[in-house]
């Protein structure tokens, strides 16, 4: 596709529902990362993809939260028994690898009530 | 550590008038390559430069430039003939790679207002 595409756009969860956020990558791009933004700070980073090889999980708060990319393509970041202090934009990024410039999708915001 | 920092959490500009943003950083590594963000309200972080440390000269990009002092780690934003459409959140970032890996790190951002 034309950018980086996430969904849902928003997610509502209740305390201890498990979530699951999709990110699409732009076509062709190696690296994949996904990041969290909480209100009024700058994004912190998670995890982070070569093709389908999750290189980094160095960002990952907790063993609630699991990230996969079998293909090399679509990733999903998924979040088990959510609570309160996950609220948070979820953001996904992709690059070509070489140039070393990284798209962000518009990222999901979730709320965990 | 690596760190960012943006040492003015908000700024506030006339249209058409010129302003610079600033970002320092700490980082041990020698290769790395820096950035500055722009996240209007939509969410949609938008690259609006990009640096590598290896290169003296600085970036520019159309209206944006960058003043890059790698002895101080400092990587300021100037913004000539500001655009009501340029306020937005403008984060600062540094993108190292270790063991095969990428991290981008940001600051926590500036808000820049232009004043019609």
Redesign the interface.
């Known amino acids: 596709g034309a950018g980086v595409s996430q969904s849902p756009r928003y997610k509502v969860a209740k305390r201890g529902q498990d979530v699951a956020l999709r990110c699409d990558p732009i076509s062709g791009h190696v690296?994949l990362?996904w990041?969290q933004q909480a209100l009024g700070?700058?994004?912190?980073?998670l995890t982070?993809f070569?093709n389908e090889a999750q290189?980094?999980k160095s960002g990952l708060p907790s063993d609630r939260f699991f990230a996969e990319r079998p293909e090399g393509s679509v990733s999903t970041l998924k979040i088990q028994r959510t609570q309160q202090e996950d609220s948070a934009?979820y953001?996904c990024?992709s690059?070509f690898?070489i140039d070393?410039?990284?798209?962000?999708?518009?990222?999901t915001?979730l709320t965990v009530v | 550590a690596q760190t960012v920092t943006q040492s003015q959490p908000e700024m506030s500009v006339q249209e058409a008038e010129t302003v610079t943003l600033s970002c320092t950083y700490d980082t041990s590594e020698n290769n790395y390559y820096l950035f500055w963000y722009k996240q209007p309200p939509s969410r949609q972080m938008i690259l609006v430069i990009r640096q590598e440390a290896y290169k003296q000269q600085n970036a520019t990009e159309n209206r944006f430039s960058v003043n890059f002092q790698k002895a101080a780690k400092s990587f300021s934003l100037k913004i000539s003939d500001s655009q009501l459409g340029d306020t937005a959140m403008y984060f600062c970032a540094f993108m190292i790679t270790l063991g095969g890996s990428e991290k981008l790190v940001f600051g926590k951002g500036t808000k820049l207002t232009v004043n019609p």
Do not use: I, W
């Not at chain 1, 070393?100 to 990222?107: H, I, L, T, V």
């Open positions: 690296s990362f990041y700070q700058g994004p912190e980073f982070y070569q290189l980094d934009v953001l990024a690059s690898g070393r410039k990284a798209f962000f999708g518009q990222g915001r």
